[in-house]
């Protein structure tokens, strides 16, 4: 998994655009000796995932985009965070993770408060809001703003099919959002799943790893 400039261990890049991540993927992908591969955006890693099918082409085998972030314009006003939110929500996560959970968890649908409830899922989502936080709320203040400009990239001219998978009760990003994206998306291969929130793919990565490489129908 690839972390964002100024998430985890990567440095924060000043300027940045969406549209330049898949010549970082592209870097990570020739220095593994990959040449040709998948890739899966979550959440607000939807919008990169679809950079790089508009722009690595056929060296993609397969995209998907899981409980992505609608497209610019899309989003509810007033949903997004502030600076302040984020830094409460960085300090949350690294000194009071129960706090944080319990405070998550009141926006959530049914599904997804089962879903935090079990300790695995919820290990491994502290973990990444941790890293996404590692070096403060910056990154993440910078990532929710690129969310909201123009993306760069041409959808009317992907290469590569696009499989896109999203919660019909997802309370983040609303199944309406996701059918907008979905329909901006030539050939798109969209997944609605009954009853599914945001974290849906905490628990069902498989069904999603089967359904990337299947055929498209």
Same mark, same amino acid.
């Given at each position: ?15 940045? =655009?969406? /549209? ?41 085998? /397969? ?53 935090? =409830?079990?300790?695995? /899922? ?9 890293? /996404? ?85």
């Amino acid at each position: 998994a690839l972390e964002r400039p100024g998430f985890g261990l990567s440095d924060f890049q000043l300027g940045r =655009s969406i /549209a330049a991540w898949p010549a970082d993927v592209l870097e990570a992908a020739q220095h593994l000796g990959c040449e040709r591969f998948a890739v899966l955006g979550f959440g607000a890693g939807g919008p990169y995932a679809l950079a790089c099918a508009a722009m690595l082409g056929e060296q993609l085998i /397969a995209v998907a985009a899981v409980s992505s972030v609608g497209l610019p314009g899309s989003a509810p006003p007033g949903r997004l965070r502030s600076n302040v939110e984020a830094a409460l929500t960085s300090l949350l996560a690294r000194r009071a993770p129960g706090l944080y959970v319990r405070r998550l968890a009141r926006n959530l649908t049914a599904a997804d408060r089962a879903i935090l =409830s079990r300790p695995a /899922a919820r290990a491994v989502l502290l973990k990444g809001v941790r890293e /996404a936080f590692r070096h403060g709320s910056r990154a993440v203040v910078d990532d929710v703003a690129l969310m909201e400009r123009p993306w760069g990239i041409d959808f009317a001219a992907l290469p590569t099919t696009v499989k896109l998978w999203h919660g019909e009760d997802d309370r983040t990003v609303s199944a309406a959002e996701a059918r907008t994206l979905a329909s901006a998306i030539p050939g798109c291969w969209a997944t609605f799943v009954p009853s599914a929130g945001s974290l849906w793919l905490l628990e069902n990565a498989g069904d999603v790893l089967g359904g990337l490489f299947g055929e498209y129908p």
